[in-house]
């Protein structure tokens, strides 16, 4: 078995194997790092089913606990882990490599990239992690490091500086909000731009938001409360702005929600593409592959009718009345 050294002083030395080895579950423990959740969901129990079947393909990677014998902190690997103690296993295949803190938070955010379904929060939370890690680790190589640039980040990460400027922000927002926009029931531009408020600022909102019943704020509401927040953002502001009639025609042509759609898919929208025009492109593939449409309608129909039960939207039950809701919410919210 090939083996890999911790450290280069030969005093202190201590080896680890290359290749996988089986480990006990109950020697292994969460990345206290780690922002990703691990849901019940269906691409959980897809996953339990796969490992019933075939066990676990890909090892755990895992690392030493600093001051704990026998012990492992999860890299990679907890949806896998969680899974695993689910089916009854016992000892679970794993890589364990000598990795410090920076190395971890890279690790840990790199090997969740191709998940689909990651929150907001969540990739917001992994986009700062990462962004502070590789600033770490230039500031350690050289004294006089230059400053990581978001479109650095992001290129890493395969999404648009834009969108990491904006996922990066959504940190500053406070827990009930940020939740808001987990659950769909904010945009992330709206998002975007209620974490310029300040945190008590953000604080009466939520409370205006949970004592009146009202809704969230609307794409122009947010713009509204952000503009605000840099001179005189109290109650009776709050409620002046959130009392307000939302200008649906405003949210829909708005030059920041239209780039948001092309954000959204990457690339293929030419600038200056309209946002109707974009619908239009959406709703014409939707048409064409009518039978993947229903395949997932099965599985968000659920998360898009708890949308609108908080939307004015009239109800839909026809494909149709489906697909126009979707490019409505990709158009105002995506």
Known sequence: MNHLPTTDNP????ILPMDPIDLDVENLVPCAQNPYRVQ??????????????????????????SGATETYEVISGHRRLRAA??????KVPCLVRDLDDDAAAITLVDSNLHRQNLL?????????????????????????????????VGAGLGISKDKVKRLKKL????????????????GLISGYDLAHLSSEQQKLLVEYITRSESYPPTGAQAKALKRAAGEKLDSDVIKAIMSAEPDVKERATDSNEQYTVKDAFGVGFPDGTTAQAMVEV????????????????????????ADASQTDSVAWNASDNLKNKLCKEIEVSA
Do not use: W, Y
Not at 85 to 90: C, D, M
Not at 171 to 186: A, C, T
């Open 11 to 14: 005093e202190t030395i201590c």
């Open 40 to 65: 019940n969901d269906g691409d959980f129990r897809a996953l339990a089913g796969s490992i019933r079947e075939r066990g676990i393909l890909n090892p755990l990677i895992v690392r030493p606990k």
């Open 85 to 90: 103690k689910e089916l009854g296993l016992r």
């Open 120 to 152: 907001p929060s969540e990739q917001a939370a992994s986009i700062k992690m990462k962004f502070e890690a590789l600033q770490h680790q230039g500031k350690a190589s050289a004294q006089n490091a230059p400053k990581l640039t978001v479109e650095e």
């Open 171 to 186: 940190n500053s927002l406070e827990k009930p909000l940020l939740d808001m926009v987990d659950s769909g029931k904010i």
């Open 282 to 305: 959406i709703r014409a593939l939707l048409d064409r592959h009518q039978s993947e449409l229903d395949e997932l309608l099965q599985q968000r129909l659920p998360v898009v009718q």
